[in-house]
């Protein structure tokens, strides 16, 4: 497939901020925060656009060589309606599979503003082992159909039977959950904190391969324990990045939504010796984001 050329493409959706981050990393905090601002139609993982017309690949990893002009004008119409219709001058959303996809997204929206969103990758394996137990969510597996194309249902049946029959049925946990990078299915067999820190790792190594190519006018790395430790200056930072003003009491009513209690001790529901596997999967990129063995939060 061939990039479509920005030029080549009417647009109604301009300056989209996206949220990166692997799952449990914050991301849904950043949203809800970016929702509650009067100029921005916030869009909470809109997976089933993203992947329209490559649904059947084995992995979430787009490149700019998957877009087609029939799929660029798709994902922009979706969005470009939801924008309208919220009567809102920005488009946001969160999507953690759009770690593998700042190349694929910057050749739809060149003017894209990515927020990368950085958690400890202990904290951040501590919570989808917990997540992975629960049962699938009736709620969002129908709003998930409803926002994926018709042509594309095929495609994600057998992951819904799958769910639905795995936690809902047996009661059993899911044999994967989240976002899938390429080699994924190689790690099916391996415990599931283990399974967990390779998602992280790779998710995370991707969106800073990719994102610190760009300038920094394009993409900003915020870590999610310092937006919980000095948020007033990191929402200062965010506006600034993505050309928001504070209006209507955003900034305030913003740091009043911020829970500094969040932050606790990721360890909680690993042993030691999983513990000790978990730092040894996540070295050295956990020192390389200032993460060292003194830092115990979430």
């Not at 061939?2 to 849904?28: C, D, H, K, Q, Y």
């Not at 409803?146 to 009661?171: I, K």
Request: with cysteine; proline share 7%.
């Amino acid at each position: 497939m061939t990039a479509v050329p920005f030029p080549e493409i009417p647009r109604r959706v301009r300056e989209p901020i996206i949220l990166l981050g692997a799952g449990r990393s914050g991301t849904t905090l950043l949203g809800d925060l970016f929702s509650g601002h009067p100029d921005v139609a916030f869009w909470g993982e809109p997976r089933p656009i993203w992947m329209h017309g490559n649904a059947y690949r084995r992995d979430h990893l787009l490149r700019a060589e998957h877009l087609t002009a029939r799929i660029a004008r798709y994902i922009d119409r979706r969005f470009g309606e939801f924008l309208e219709a919220s009567g809102k001058s920005r488009f946001a959303e969160k999507t953690p599979s759009n770690c593998l996809r700042i190349d694929f997204i910057r050749a739809l929206y060149p003017d894209a503003k990515f927020v990368h969103v950085i958690r400890d990758g202990r904290a951040v394996v501590r919570s989808m082992v917990e997540i992975r137990k629960r049962g699938a969510n009736a709620g969002l597996l129908r709003l998930r159909f409803r926002e994926t194309p018709v042509s594309d249902w095929p495609a994600y049946f057998p992951l819904f039977l799958r769910t639905v029959w795995r936690t809902g049925v047996l009661g059993k946990p899911n044999v994967y959950w989240g976002t899938e990078p390429p080699g994924w299915r190689d790690w099916l067999s391996l415990p599931p904190h283990i399974m967990s820190a390779r998602q992280w790792k790779a998710l995370v190594t991707c969106s800073l391969e990719d994102g610190r190519a760009l300038s920094p006018d394009r993409y900003l790395e915020m870590r999610f324990e310092d937006l919980l430790s000095d948020p007033k200056a990191k929402l200062a930072q965010l506006l600034d990045f993505t050309g928001l003003a504070d209006r209507d009491g955003f900034f305030e009513a913003a740091l009043e939504r911020i829970d500094r209690d969040m932050v606790r001790p990721w360890s909680s529901t690993l042993t030691a010796q999983q513990e000790e596997e978990v730092a040894r999967e996540l070295e050295p990129l956990l020192g390389e984001l200032g993460y060292g063995q003194e830092r115990d939060d979430a």
